[in-house]
């Protein structure tokens, strides 16, 4: 049997099962300190594994053997018939087999590891190596560098021994000499015979001095009792020594500086530009009767006694000289070269600024206006047939843009007035003339529409005259030009009036020199960032410049001229865009360039500072101002504005602080250029204002935000619209206004039970009606008793509707009973009007 046949297991009670590859038995262990341990040991066959269905291998057969002829054997009884393997066989192959590919796989990965490790220490001892040998390079380096520092300073002081031991050795010399000459003069004698010509030997008393210090073989075992010379580093201090004593030989003069102190400066400071002590100048204060310390900051005054009193010069400056001043940069008159005119276009709303421009360059602008207005400050140069340029400033018209159009007019040299011969003199165009007279420019009136029927040029001339604008035709200096937009009508003669002007101002500037201008306008592109555009007024304009523009500072990366095209350069009189700015300006702001990026940043924050010192500051509060701020019951609107350029940021929020009333005014909480970002509705849902996007719209960010938080947004693409929308808004945020109007009055006769605990009032109108269901006031010797209506109204027991003066009725009032006979009822209607601005 297969059970009879298998080895028996080991340990007192084998596992149950059939034909396992492993056996179990038990151990014991004996240790030196008389513990034992008794342990679990399992015993692996090992198994062939074959495939499912084939026999397994046989075994090898044995190499035969010469033997010795043995009689035959008997037959052997047949052989069993092979097994065929289970199923429980074939998995625990597949195990065994899964186990042995995982075992070689963790062996090679363990292989791996070690040859990484050993190659790293291979690499460190490497490292470690090269840096003990470069540290010996140095080393040695550094001890031959100081052996030839040493020999060098062995040698000078040799030298300078010898130079101290040359005059003793003159006298031997002499002497030598005058024997010669004794034995020579000799009678009849002869010289002696001449020796051996010996080698040249320095002379004693030139190498006395070096040789006394030696100590040599023959001198250390003599009994010669010679003291040893001093060493090296004594000759070296004696040598320091005397120099020290030829550099104090004549006194040493105190150098005087120059010391700049600006308003204000710590004493710290100061000391280290008078290259003095600190505490030498906090000492001096303490006798001036100012016990301060280094970090505490002093007044100019006292720090120019301070300068004077060390002997120094004192520069004063301020603050403000940080900033650039250009007046007093004034170019030489053999510098400057003519220049294109700078033609600012002005006038009322809708007169045809913007078309009779397009006309004068031939393209389509006013088609591209929202509203058919214009609302931002547009640049263009044209060029003449005579390939003379001029420069043109289209200014919007409408009411709210008036900065802009001051602006415009600032930075002009003529004026083109447009007045349509339709309409005659409107108020901005009133507007435009005052600017102008204020710029003190030249101006040329140009008469548009005269192609229509109920044109009437002559009427727009007799109106100038109102406002002391005389034309030429009625013999004052203007000129005048009748045009046509739409039939691009005498525009060559507008042009030939605006060449003649110009001839008349010999408009010149010079072009090499560092660029100067004006912002003319300025936004936040969403790709591009902050832009600017700039009219250049002197100097010339070139890509890589630095700059600062206002209170910001930056280098130019681009120019963009007014037909899109990238420039390199931009003489005077030309309008560019400008790219590289570090934060939007604002427009109308002086742009120059300076010479580094250091300088155009410290002006740029001076200007900062100014700006937030002036919207800090604020103006001192009086006791006066104080209570009335207090018990003000004016209501606010508050508002964010965001807009596509600086321009119009500055119309629209002066456009709204002129809606307020002294019932409610406009509070613009943030105003700025760009497109409506997450902080903007964070900011407008902290107060619950309303975000108004003039031409902008919100980022992906600030949308999601404002749904969250419930923040309104309100687009506009035209100004008129806008301010429109904040007057409706501000009479909501009042309310409607309520009108009480009192329809009749009554005195209280007698007053009557009515019921458990009402009371009925029998009254006398006096004068008017008295209706059942209107409000009605109770007083009593004129003072406010009960506010209520009247809810039952009756005269002879019979319910009524209304009773007339000079009759009596009875009433009872809802939500009161103190009604006293001599009191009086006065009975109104109130009514709710929507309120207007």
Not at 178 to 201: D, I, L, Q, S
Not at 526 to 553: H, M, N, Q
Request: with cysteine; net charge neutral; aromatic share 2%.
């Amino acid at each position: 049997m297969a059970d009879q046949t298998e080895k028996p297991k080991l340990g007192t009670r084998p596992p149950l099962g059939l034909k396992r590859t492993v056996e179990t038995g038990k151990v014991k262990q004996s240790f030196s300190h008389g513990r034992s341990n008794t342990v679990v040991v399992e015993v692996k066959k090992r198994r062939i594994l074959g495939r499912p269905g084939e026999p397994p291998p046989e075994a090898p057969k044995p190499a035969p053997v010469a033997e010795a002829p043995k009689p035959a054997p008997k037959p052997a009884a047949p052989a069993p018939a092979a097994r065929k393997p289970s199923p429980q066989d074939d998995i625990a192959a597949r195990k065994e087999m899964q186990t042995r590919l995982l075992r070689e796989a963790e062996e090679s990965r363990l292989a791996s590891l070690e040859e990484a490790r050993r190659r790293d220490d291979r690499k460190r001892t490497e490292q470690s190596e090269d840096e003990r040998r470069r540290a010996e390079e140095n080393r040695k380096a550094e001890e031959a560098a100081a052996e030839h520092v040493r020999l060098k300073e062995e040698e000078e002081a040799r030298r300078a021994a010898e130079a101290a031991a040359e005059p003793k050795s003159v006298a031997p010399e002499i002497e030598e000499e005058e024997e010669e000459r004794t034995v020579a003069r000799r009678p009849g004698g002869h010289a002696p015979a001449p020796k051996r010509p010996e080698p040249a030997r320095p002379s004693r008393g030139r190498d006395e001095h070096r040789q006394r210090g030696k100590l040599t073989v023959s001198r250390a075992l003599s009994d010669e009792d010679d003291s040893r010379a001093r060493s090296l580093a004594a000759l070296r201090r004696a040598r320091e020594k005397e120099k020290r004593h030829h550099m104090e030989v004549g006194p040493s003069s105190k150098q005087v500086r120059d010391v700049v102190v600006p308003e204000a400066i710590t004493v710290q400071e100061l000391a280290n530009r008078m290259a003095e002590r600190g505490a030498d100048l906090v000492k001096a204060l303490f006798k001036m009767g100012m016990p301060v310390t280094l970090t505490q900051t002093i007044d100019q005054d006292t720090a120019e006694l301070l300068v004077t009193e060390f002997g120094h010069r004192i520069k004063r400056v301020s603050e403000a000289d940080v900033d650039i001043d250009t007046s007093a940069d004034v170019d030489a008159a053999e510098s400057l070269k003519t220049r294109p005119p700078v033609v600012t276009i002005m006038g009322h709303v809708d007169h045809g600024k913007t078309s009779l421009l397009d006309a004068i360059r031939g393209a389509d602008v006013v088609a591209h206006e929202a509203g058919g207005i214009t609302q931002h400050i547009g640049a263009y140069q044209v060029s003449l047939p005579d390939k003379s340029k001029i420069t043109f400033l289209d200014t919007p018209g409408h009411e709210a843009f008036s900065e802009m159009r001051a602006r415009g007019a600032n930075v002009t040299d003529i004026v083109v007035l447009v007045v349509a011969a339709d309409d005659g003199l409107r108020p901005q165009t009133i507007e435009a003339i005052n600017h102008t007279k204020a710029a003190g420019v030249p101006m040329i009136v140009a008469i548009n529409k005269i192609d229509k029927p109920e044109a009437k040029p002559q009427k727009v001339r007799e109106e100038l005259l109102q406002h002391e604008v005389i034309v030429e035709d009625m013999g004052g200096e203007v000129q005048d030009v009748e045009v046509s937009a739409t039939k691009k009508t005498n525009l060559d003669k507008l042009l030939e009036a605006i060449q003649l002007q110009s001839e008349i101002l010999e408009l010149k500037a010079n072009p090499d020199r560092a660029a100067e201008g004006t912002v003319i306008e300025a936004k936040l592109d969403k790709g591009r960032g902050p832009l600017a555009t700039v009219l250049v007024e002197r100097g010339t304009l070139r890509v890589g410049d630095v700059f600062v523009a206002g209170a910001s500072s930056g280098k130019v990366r681009a120019m963009i001229d007014d037909h899109g095209r990238q420039v390199k350069e931009a003489g005077p009189s030309v309008p560019v865009e400008v790219l590289g700015l570090s934060v939007v300006p604002s427009a109308g702001d002086p742009f120059t360039v300076v010479e580094n990026e250091g300088r155009a940043r410290e002006v740029a924050s001076y200007r900062q500072g100014v700006l937030d010192k002036k919207r800090t500051t604020s103006a001192p509060m009086s006791l006066e101002n104080m209570f009335a701020s207090h018990a003000s019951t004016t209501k606010e609107l508050p508002l964010v504005v965001k807009t596509d350029v600086q321009g119009s940021v500055e119309a629209i929020v002066h456009a709204l602080n002129r809606l307020s009333t002294d019932e409610i005014k406009v509070r613009v909480l943030h105003s700025g250029v760009g497109a409506i970002t997450e902080s903007d509705v964070t900011l407008a849902s902290a107060s619950g204002a309303p975000i108004i996007g003039f031409n902008v719209r919100p980022n992906a960010k600030a949308r999601e935000v404002a749904d969250r938080n419930k923040v309104e947004f309100r687009y506009y693409d035209v100004i008129y619209h806008l301010t429109d929308w904040v007057k409706g808004a501000m009479a909501g945020e009042l309310g409607p206004e309520i009108i009480e109007t009192v329809v009749g009055r009554a005195r209280v006769q007698e007053v009557f039970p009515a019921g458990k605990k009402d009371k009925a009032a029998g009254l006398l109108v006096l004068e008017g009606i008295i209706r059942k269901g209107l409000n009605a006031r109770l007083t009593r010797e004129d003072v406010i008793v009960s506010k209520t209506t009247i809810s039952s109204l009756r005269r002879f027991k019979d319910d009524v509707a209304e009773v007339t003066s000079g009759l009596e009725c009875g009433v009872m009032l809802a939500d009161t009973n103190d009604i006293k006979p001599g009191d009086n009822l006065e009975v109104f209607e109130v009514e709710e009007r929507a309120r207007t601005l």
